[in-house]
């Protein structure tokens, strides 16, 4: 099984940044494909971010390409999502999620691991 922890969230007024953090246990990820999601109040779980298991392809929402970066450190086990320019669109519930390396995909449904959250609140 594979534990994620979600960490690095808070409070930033817009154009500010913050460098969210998901520290995976229980089993090594590095074999592991994974993604950040996130949920705003009233609306469905989005995609925001995937990497793959080595890190040499990632994918972006629209909403978030050119702002946001994936990266994660497979020696330390962990993911993390730099996000510059944050705008009052981007508060959300930020989650990560893993799951066995293959193919890109941006449906939360085909990550079977999921942390439990971490709140960005962006104001204006």
């Known amino acids: 099984q594979v534990q994620l922890v979600e960490s690095g969230g808070g409070s930033v007024q817009a154009g500010g940044s913050l460098r969210l953090s998901c520290a995976a246990s229980g089993r090594s990820v590095s074999a592991y494909d994974m993604g950040w999601f996130r949920q705003a109040p009233g609306k469905e779980r989005e995609f925001v971010a995937h990497?793959?298991?080595?890190?040499?392809?990632?994918v972006y929402s629209d909403s978030v390409k050119g702002r946001f970066t994936i990266s994660r450190d497979n020696a330390k086990n962990t993911m993390y999502l730099q996000m510059l320019s944050l705008k009052p669109e981007d508060t959300a519930t930020y989650y990560c999620?893993?799951?066995?390396?293959?193919?890109?995909?941006?449906?939360?449904?085909?990550?079977?691991?999921r942390g439990q959250g971490t709140q960005v609140t962006v104001s204006s």
């Open positions: 990497i793959s298991w080595y890190g040499g392809n990632t």
């Open positions: 999620a893993a799951r066995p390396g293959g193919r890109y995909t941006s449906r939360i449904s085909d990550y079977p691991y």
